[in-house]
């Protein structure tokens, strides 16, 4: 049984000044992560900024952090297309690699029906049949929901182990466990909703906020998992301000501001996504104080 953990940092990719990817600073966040509570990393996903990376960047990515955490941690690499032909490409590099795992997002843009979905993520599937998947179901992002009874025909293949459930349903969650077996893993794609998806029966979460609370996530899931529920409530209460401001606007504009101000040099994100303006700078700084964030 494929086991990715139960917090998963969806990572942040630095650049430099001029915009190439910084794949020191990667390397030390990774390490990072790792050693203050995270079992896995998602590299080049969406916050990760993958639209803006070349395949051949990704590629090296996924190997500058593999080599960092050297087995300490689950690698998954991003390797999703709104390209059926490119995804299977990306994803049987990343097996070839030997990472962890894939996660593939639901193809944006061109809007499949759920048949198409299926088939797209069927084609992957067999295209590297040893190989561990997650799917990735974010409609605000993709503009098409992966429908529970599509997730349920695909749970047939059997490396395709979790889901990334982003689409702030937690009718849409709890149908899928349901009908799933519970070796198959379903993560919450939005930190504030951890909590209430483990009440369902989620499994863990794939998280922005991690990057700077990743400890304290993962004491609030295993105090849940032990039944441990007041101090689990008490902690998601504590961190969602955090939850909340770290999408005040497009994701990771904050998270990387927020890195930045802990004095991380992840850079600007690459265009058309910007830094994060004075009033978002404003919005995060009285948070991440609160928190214990910021240096003194």
């Known amino acids: 049984m494929t086991d990715f953990g139960r917090v998963i940092t969806a990572m942040i990719t630095p650049f430099t000044a001029d915009g190439a ?143 990334k459930e982003a689409s702030g349903s937690l009718d849409q969650a709890s149908a899928l466990r349901a009908a799933l077996p519970p070796t198959f893993r379903i993560y919450a794609g939005d930190d504030s909703l951890t909590l209430p998806l483990l009440a369902v029966g989620g499994y863990g979460v794939v998280s922005v906020a991690s990057h700077l609370v990743g400890l304290r996530i993962q004491e609030m899931i295993q105090a849940f998992v032990q039944g441990e529920t007041a101090k689990a409530t008490a902690i998601h209460c504590q961190l969602l301000p955090l939850f909340k401001v770290l999408f005040v606007t497009t994701n990771p504009i904050p998270i990387k501001a927020a890195l930045s101000l802990q004095g991380w040099a992840v850079g600007a994100p690459r265009l058309p996504l910007t830094s994060a303006s004075d009033a978002v700078i404003g919005q995060l700084k009285p948070v991440l104080d609160d928190l214990g964030l910021l240096k003194s």
């Open 21 to 163: 990817i910084a794949y020191d600073v990667a390397a030390e966040l990774a390490q990072h992560l790792v050693a203050n509570g995270s079992d896995g990393i998602v590299v080049c996903g969406t916050t990760g900024e993958s639209p803006t990376l070349t395949w051949e960047e990704e590629f090296q990515l996924f190997q500058t952090v593999q080599q960092a955490v050297a087995g300490k941690a689950k690698v998954i690499a991003g390797t999703g297309s709104n390209s059926t032909h490119e995804a299977i490409h990306a994803t049987a590099k990343a097996a070839e690699l030997g990472l962890d795992g894939a996660l593939l997002v639901v193809p944006y843009y061109n809007k499949p029906p759920q048949e198409g979905l299926y088939a797209h993520f069927q084609a992957i599937a067999r295209a590297v049949s040893d190989f561990p998947l997650m799917l990735y179901n974010i409609p605000g992002r993709t503009g098409q929901n992966l429908l529970p009874e599509t997730v349920i025909r695909l749970a047939d293949y059997p490396n395709i182990v979790a889901i």
